[in-house]
């Protein structure tokens, strides 16, 4: 089966700094995703790692390691908008499919 | 990013009734198209793989004759809830595959309520 770990919730202050984490054990691997989700929505692509290495847009930058089987996504000057849930997803088959995780829910504070 | 429409947004049946859902990549060709169902508060749950000229291919558990794919074009699939019932209410969301760029593109979901 596949698997996949973040935290389930984080907090964090506007301005700040967060890092989600996501560790994974998947029987292929052919690339990590982050996606957020605010409520009652669907979720919209951030970010994408197919080498190990760090991505970088805008405020967003995400992190893959894959001997170690664990990537982050680092979230810079936090706004209030910023407040959703946040999903990594494996792409463990040539074909496309994905395993996600259960979703990070960050709380942005004033 | 890609586009990706998702009609309806939101539907209200009765229970015994049939709903389709249609899902369109707007801007590239999408060969496989994903659908998903999400429960609140939880996770993306794969439902079946899409592929465009032959049959959907579905995950364990996943009732094929209850929930029909049909993936007619490079642009357009849709998902056939027949027979509906409460419990099959659900946020359900397709995603279009991005094969150049290894990534999935979501379309906005259907709320799907029966009564």
């Known amino acids: 089966g596949q698997s996949l770990e973040q935290p389930s919730e984080v907090t964090a202050v506007e301005g700040a700094i967060v890092q989600i984490n996501c560790t994974y054990q998947?029987?292929?691997?052919?690339?990590l995703s982050w996606y957020q989700q605010h409520d009652g929505g669907a979720p919209t692509f951030l970010s994408y790692n197919g080498l190990d290495g760090l991505e970088e847009t805008g405020r967003f930058s995400s992190f893959l390691s894959r001997s170690d089987s664990y990537g982050y996504l680092l979230l810079q000057e936090l706004q209030m908008k910023d407040s959703a849930s946040y999903f990594c997803a494996v792409r463990y088959t040539n074909a496309g499919k994905s395993t996600f995780g259960d979703g990070t829910t960050l709380t942005v504070k004033p | 990013g890609a586009v990706v429409s998702q009609h309806p947004s939101r539907v209200i049946c009765k229970s015994g009734t049939s709903v389709k859902i249609e899902c369109r990549s707007l801007d590239f060709q999408a060969t496989t198209m994903f659908w998903y169902r999400q429960f609140p508060k939880q996770s993306l749950m794969l439902m079946a793989t899409?592929?465009?000229?032959?049959?959907?291919?579905?995950e364990q558990g996943v009732e094929k004759d209850k929930f029909l794919i049909n993936h007619a074009s490079l642009t357009l699939s849709t998902l056939t809830v027949t027979s509906a019932h409460p419990e099959d209410s659900s946020f359900y969301i397709c995603?279009?595959?991005?094969?150049?760029?290894?990534?999935?593109?979501f379309g906005p979901g259907t709320r799907l309520t029966v009564l």
């Open positions: 998947t029987s292929g691997f052919y690339g």
């Open positions: 995603s279009a595959d991005r094969r150049l760029a290894d990534t999935q593109y």
């Open positions: 899409s592929n465009e000229g032959s049959k959907a291919t579905y």
